[in-house]
């Protein structure tokens, strides 16, 4: 089934890729679409650290700071608290979230998955991050 991108939203959403990954027919970066712009802006937010982003000092993920706690399950709590808060604040295009963190102890670091809808959409798609601690 064609779809016309003029009447649906989320064809709409385009950004460039932060792969920088060089389009070969124009020689350009290459652009993204769709859902795949929103799961690059998850993983933007969910690493993002207060001042870190120009003009918004207020978005913070909190998750580096939590990368230095225990490894106990009350830290992939708050973890889980923080990426929920985050997402419903600044990621509008976003809906019905599902966080899932699996602490792996021998990197010291942590798989983040975050299943999302994306609004008028009914297929959930996933975006993964891993988090680590680098001293």
Request: hydrophobic share 40%; no cysteine; proline share 5%.
């Amino acid at each position: 089934m064609a779809t016309n991108w003029r009447k649906d939203p989320v064809l709409s959403f385009s950004d460039l890729d932060m792969d920088m990954t060089i389009d070969p027919l124009t020689e350009d970066v290459s652009a993204i679409t769709g859902e795949n712009v929103v799961r690059q802006s998850l993983k933007n937010l969910l690493q993002f650290r207060r001042y870190e982003k120009p003009f918004h000092p207020e978005i913070d993920s909190g998750i580096m700071d939590l990368l230095f706690e225990p490894a106990t399950p009350i830290t992939v709590i708050q973890m889980k608290r923080k990426i929920t808060e985050l997402i419903q604040t600044y990621e509008r295009r976003v809906r019905a979230v599902n966080v899932e963190i699996i602490d792996i102890p021998d990197e010291n670091s942590y798989r983040i998955d975050v299943q999302f809808q994306v609004q008028n959409r009914v297929e959930v798609f996933r975006a993964t991050v891993i988090v680590e601690r680098i001293r």
